[in-house]
Nanobody, 121 residues
Framework: QLPLVESGGGLVQPGGSLRLSCVAS????????MAWYRQAPGKQREFVAS???????AYADSMKGRFTISRDNAKNTVYLQMNSLKPEDTAVYYC???????????????WGQGTQVTVSS
């Protein structure tokens, strides 16, 4: 099992900002796609944003213009900058990554434990 550890969640007022981080550790040869998903109470987990190993990004429509995903390959870290937060952004945010532990092996998919983001006044 490869640990993905998220951090940066918390309580923020509507209109505020948070920056989430997710660090991959352990036996890593290469990290491919990294992504963020979220799950609100009583709802299914949904896609937020993704970034490829060459920097290609994708966003869910409701996050475009407010959220920015980025990565630091040297630190095996993916970030999610969240601006103009709304109460409906309240959810547990999960990191997801495709990681290969050895050369010429197919990557495995890993999930982090999640970090709580609460947007409330």
């Amino acid at each position: 099992q490869l640990p993905l550890v998220e951090s940066g969640g918390g309580l923020v007022q509507p209109g505020g900002s948070l920056r989430l981080s997710c660090v991959a550790s352990g036996s890593i040869f290469s990290i491919y796609r990294m992504a963020w998903y979220r799950q609100a109470p009583g709802k299914q987990r949904e896609f937020v944003a993704s970034i490829g190993n060459y920097g290609t990004t994708a966003y869910a429509d409701s996050m475009k213009g407010r959220f920015t995903i980025s990565r630091d390959n040297a630190k095996n870290t993916v970030y999610l900058q969240m601006n103009s937060l709304k109460p409906e952004d309240t959810a547990v945010y999960y990191c997801n990554a495709d990681v290969s532990s050895q050369s010429a092996t197919a990557p495995d998919n890993y999930w982090g434990q999640g970090t709580q983001v609460t947007v409330s006044s």
